[in-house]
């Protein structure tokens, strides 16, 4: 026997919709699912989990997606990515998990269907039930839909026990509940409160880094748990006139030496620049940029010092990330947001790299003009307007999973802005968690260091003595919640963030 009931339409609010979705339905009845193949007209928005442990499981999630998306299911949202252990066969690999949301035409056998074959063609075969696997695909929800079948139960019967299941199933939703389709999927949890309360039933964030499930960022061949220390993104500018250090590193041997000393200070990352975003600097083309920039990052990439470093590439321009990428840099750094190249974010999803999304509204040249000043509550602002371009990156092909928000300190700020955005980090967080809970996980990047506002608070006209309010500043971000900190001075800086980060542990520790 086929049951399938679809829920009806309702007014918003999580409370109001969890009682209408559970008192109306309508119900068909078949002992065919085929049955119902010709009524199916209309998308249906769907949520898919997926999981993997057996060879390389980011790239199995690559192929599985790009699969999907061949076979009729557009992809709409992806959750965080997460490394957990094994559940019930306790004997096998760590996993990969994660969801996505999209939607598709296909009627839910179809897509069962769909799914199946996908996990085949990839090389699943039957084995131990919970066993390893190189794809799992599983259809968590379906339209306003309840399904049960001989073959099929939607919602998948056992997410109500797996953390590995709800943590990126929680991360495809907003605190606001954003259509009658996800107050429908809250109305089908076993608990009065909708899927809040399932996750926080089996814990909520407070498991996350704590009994085998970590929260990752792929970059390069390894997955980064950013929770468990604060990253320092030392600077190198190879440009004549920015607003610190212009014209100290264009030599090949300057720079290389300078990196040299942030790698010996502690420095986690270097970000290469090779043109100034200084207000109302002018704009030099991609070949020119490149010109500057491949000689070093050579030169860099070939320094023993840089083994287990990152090498992260400040540029707007889609050409030089290309080429950056295919010479061994490890993240795009796009202080445009992807507003500068209609092609940077298509280009960044396809190099698979982690990518920088920072806020600013216009370019260098017109960013602090008094229109792109004005603001009623920056935090607020800053952060709908950096929703829509990481929304727009995820539309284009770069997963959640793989991107890193900047507030943008110094780019369309004024002092006061800056320091309210620099208190602000969790406000941010929490804006963007109204819409998209996996983005409001997303590493943050603070650009703080020798900044103009630093100078004006402390009164210090030159930006090389704003070391000491950098390290002030650096510490109100570490202790908001800032998970890299973009600095010149490496030395002084890690240190503030040890002291940040052991607080913050200690702060976290049961009593």
Same mark, same amino acid.
């Given at each position: 026997?086929?049951?399938?009931?679809? /829920?009806?339409?309702?007014?918003?609010?999580? $409370?109001?919709?969890?009682?209408? +979705?559970?008192?109306?339905?309508? =119900?068909?009845?078949?002992?065919?699912?085929?049955? +119902?193949?010709?009524?199916?007209?209309?998308?249906?928005?769907?949520?898919?989990?997926?999981?993997?442990?057996?060879?390389?499981?980011?790239?199995?999630?690559?192929?599985?997606?790009?699969?999907?998306?061949?076979?009729?299911?557009?992809?709409?949202?992806?959750? &965080?990515?997460?490394?957990? *252990?094994?559940?019930?066969?306790?004997?096998?690999?760590?996993?990969?998990?994660?969801?996505?949301?999209?939607?598709?035409?296909?009627?839910?056998?179809?897509?069962?269907?769909?799914?199946?074959?996908?996990?085949?063609?990839?090389?699943?075969?039957?084995?131990? =039930?919970?066993?390893?696997?190189?794809?799992?695909?599983?259809?968590?929800?379906?339209?306003? +839909?309840?399904?049960?079948?001989?073959?099929?139960?939607?919602?998948?019967?056992?997410?109500?026990?797996?953390?590995?299941?709800?943590?990126?199933?929680?991360?495809? /939703?907003?605190?606001?509940?954003?259509?009658?389709?996800?107050? &429908?999927?809250?109305?089908?949890?076993?608990?009065?409160?909708?899927?809040?309360?399932?996750?926080?039933?089996?814990?909520?964030?407070?498991?996350?880094?704590?009994?085998?499930?970590?929260?990752? /960022?792929?970059? $390069?061949?390894?997955?980064?748990?950013?929770?468990?220390?604060?990253?320092?993104?030392?600077?190198?500018?190879?440009?004549?006139?920015?607003?610190?250090?212009?014209?100290?590193?264009?030599?090949?041997?300057?720079?290389?030496?300078?990196?040299?000393?942030?790698?010996?200070?502690?420095?986690?990352?270097?970000?290469? $620049?090779?043109?100034?975003?200084?207000?109302?600097?002018?704009?030099?083309?991609?070949?020119?940029?490149?010109?500057?920039?491949?000689?070093?990052?050579?030169?860099?990439?070939?320094?023993?010092?840089?083994?287990?470093? /990152?090498?992260?590439?400040?540029?707007?321009?889609?050409?030089? *990330?290309?080429?950056?990428?295919?010479?061994?840099?490890?993240?795009?750094?796009?202080?445009?947001?992807?507003?500068?190249?209609?092609?940077?974010?298509?280009?960044?999803? $396809?190099?698979?790299?982690?990518?920088?999304?920072?806020?600013?509204?216009?370019?260098?040249?017109?960013?602090?003009?008094?229109?792109?000043?004005?603001?009623?509550?920056? &935090?607020?602002?800053?952060?709908?307007?950096?929703?829509?371009?990481?929304?727009?990156?995820?539309?284009?092909?770069?997963?959640?999973?793989?991107?890193?928000?900047?507030?943008?300190?110094? +780019?369309?700020?004024?002092?006061?802005?800056?320091?309210?955005?620099?208190?602000?980090?969790?406000?941010?967080?929490?804006?963007?968690?109204?819409?998209?809970?996996?983005?409001?996980?997303?590493?943050?990047?603070?650009?703080?260091?020798?900044?103009?506002?630093?100078?004006?608070?402390?009164?210090?006209?030159?930006?090389?003595?704003?070391?000491?309010?950098?390290?002030?500043?650096?510490?109100?971000?570490?202790?908001?919640?800032?998970?890299?900190?973009?600095?010149?001075?490496?030395?002084?800086?890690?240190?503030?963030?040890?002291? &940040?980060?052991?607080?913050?542990?200690?702060?976290?520790?049961?009593?």
């Amino acid at each position: 026997m086929f049951l399938f009931k679809q /829920l009806l339409p309702t007014k918003r609010g999580l $409370g109001g919709a969890l009682n209408h +979705f559970r008192g109306s339905s309508f =119900r068909f009845f078949s002992s065919s699912p085929e049955t +119902f193949v010709e009524l199916h007209s209309q998308e249906q928005e769907v949520v898919i989990a997926l999981g993997s442990n057996v060879g390389n499981r980011l790239h199995n999630f690559n192929e599985a997606l790009q699969l999907m998306k061949k076979s009729g299911i557009n992809i709409t949202r992806h959750a &965080c990515l997460y490394e957990t *252990a094994p559940a019930y066969v306790t004997d096998q690999p760590q996993f990969l998990n994660s969801a996505v949301r999209g939607v598709t035409k296909l009627w839910p056998h179809e897509l069962l269907g769909v799914l199946k074959k996908i996990e085949r063609d990839m090389g699943r075969t039957a084995g131990i =039930r919970y066993g390893p696997r190189p794809i799992d695909l599983d259809i968590l929800f379906y339209g306003k +839909f309840r399904v049960d079948s001989d073959v099929l139960a939607v919602p998948h019967e056992r997410i109500w026990e797996r953390p590995f299941v709800m943590a990126p199933l929680m991360d495809l /939703l907003g605190t606001d509940v954003e259509n009658d389709t996800v107050a &429908c999927w809250h109305s089908l949890s076993i608990h009065s409160g909708g899927l809040f309360e399932s996750w926080e039933k089996l814990g909520g964030e407070r498991i996350i880094g704590k009994d085998g499930m970590k929260r990752v /960022l792929p970059i $390069g061949n390894d997955l980064w748990d950013w929770s468990l220390k604060t990253s320092v993104m030392g600077i190198l500018n190879l440009t004549p006139d920015s607003f610190s250090d212009g014209g100290k590193f264009q030599s090949v041997e300057a720079a290389v030496s300078q990196v040299r000393l942030m790698i010996s200070e502690g420095a986690d990352m270097i970000d290469l $620049g090779a043109q100034s975003t200084r207000p109302m600097a002018s704009r030099i083309s991609p070949q020119e940029e490149l010109d500057r920039l491949i000689p070093v990052l050579e030169a860099i990439l070939k320094m023993p010092e840089m083994n287990g470093k /990152l090498i992260s590439v400040d540029t707007f321009y889609s050409e030089v *990330a290309s080429e950056a990428v295919s010479k061994g840099a490890h993240i795009i750094n796009d202080v445009s947001g992807g507003q500068l190249d209609p092609n940077m974010t298509k280009v960044v999803a $396809g190099l698979g790299v982690p990518y920088v999304a920072m806020h600013m509204r216009g370019d260098p040249s017109t960013m602090q003009s008094s229109e792109n000043l004005r603001y009623d509550d920056v &935090c607020k602002q800053v952060a709908s307007e950096l929703y829509s371009r990481v929304k727009e990156a995820e539309l284009s092909g770069i997963p959640s999973w793989r991107i890193i928000i900047d507030p943008g300190l110094g +780019f369309s700020k004024g002092t006061e802005h800056n320091l309210e955005l620099l208190m602000g980090l969790p406000s941010i967080r929490a804006e963007i968690a109204r819409k998209s809970l996996s983005m409001s996980h997303s590493p943050v990047l603070l650009g703080s260091s020798r900044k103009k506002f630093l100078g004006e608070t402390c009164t210090r006209p030159t930006a090389s003595e704003r070391d000491p309010a950098t390290v002030a500043s650096v510490t109100a971000g570490v202790l908001g919640g800032a998970n890299i900190v973009r600095v010149h001075n490496v030395r002084d800086n890690l240190d503030a963030v040890k002291l &940040c980060d052991a607080m913050l542990k200690y702060k976290r520790s049961p009593a």
